[in-house]
């Protein structure tokens, strides 16, 4: 089975603070995925990786960084928290081939206060 | 810009009846694929059934069905004896096909809103 694990579950951050969330797939997956998921808005992708080293900007990538050094690993750094930043985030990964399916982490719902 | 909408924000079924989740989804291409995905509560969320827009069949997974109008841009999913488990939210989701204009999607998904399935015993 594919396993995406997420380094936390609840995070409580300050404002202004850095936060790093980290996301590691076991599968050798291509594509990587960060999403933020809010009630009546779904998931809206954040960023992506389709490479190590690579990055995409996704729907919504503003006040978000990240950075994929290793393959099984992506990044998701928030440079200077905001309390709108409060949210759950998703990591996601999938294969690269066509018709792939994404594998998703369990969250990590942060709160910025 | 694809768009998925999801109307419904919450339904409910009884345990054992037949429910149908709506979703809509707004494209100018002719090649792509519509998911539906399952959230469980927290739980990871997980592939539901997949369908390819150049396939006029619809999929089927067990107890699971879709019914896919590719004119209409409609995708609604059907659950069939509705069980406890079943209980969760539910996304629907769009992927452009690599052979689109612009070059290969990346796999990259667009979701609706979602829909909060509740099911009574």
């Known amino acids: 089975d594919v396993k995406v694990t997420q380094s936390s579950r609840y995070l409580v951050k300050r404002t202004g603070e850095k936060v790093f969330l980290e996301c590691v797939q076991d599968?050798?997956?291509?594509?990587m995925f960060w999403y933020r998921q809010d009630p009546g808005l779904g998931l809206r992708l954040i960023y992506f990786?389709?490479?190590?080293?690579?990055?995409e900007k996704g729907d919504i990538p503003e006040g978000y960084s990240v950075s994929r050094e290793k393959k099984e690993r992506f990044s998701l750094i928030l440079e200077s928290a905001s309390t709108n930043q409060t949210s759950m985030y998703l990591c996601a990964s999938s294969l690269g081939t066509l018709q792939e399916t994404q594998y998703f982490g369990p969250g990590t719902r942060l709160l910025v206060l | 810009a694809q768009t998925v909408t999801q109307s419904q924000p919450e339904m409910s079924v009884q345990e054992a009846e037949t429910v149908t989740l709506s979703c809509t989804y707004d494209t100018s291409e002719s090649d792509y694929y519509l998911f539906w995905y399952k959230q469980p509560p927290s739980r990871q969320m997980i592939l539901v059934i997949r369908?390819?827009?150049?396939?006029?069949q619809n999929a089927t997974e067990n107890r699971f069905s879709v019914n896919f109008q590719k004119a209409a841009k409609s995708f609604s999913l059907k659950i069939s004896d509705s069980q406890l488990g079943d209980a969760a939210m539910y996304f629907c989701a769009y992927r452009r096909g690599d052979g689109s204009a612009g070059g290969t999607s990346y796999g990259k998904l667009t979701f609706g809103q979602g829909t909060i399935l509740t099911v009574h015993p």
């Open positions: 599968m050798d997956h291509e594509n």
């Open positions: 369908q390819e827009a150049y396939k006029q």
């Open positions: 990786s389709y490479d190590v080293k690579m990055k």
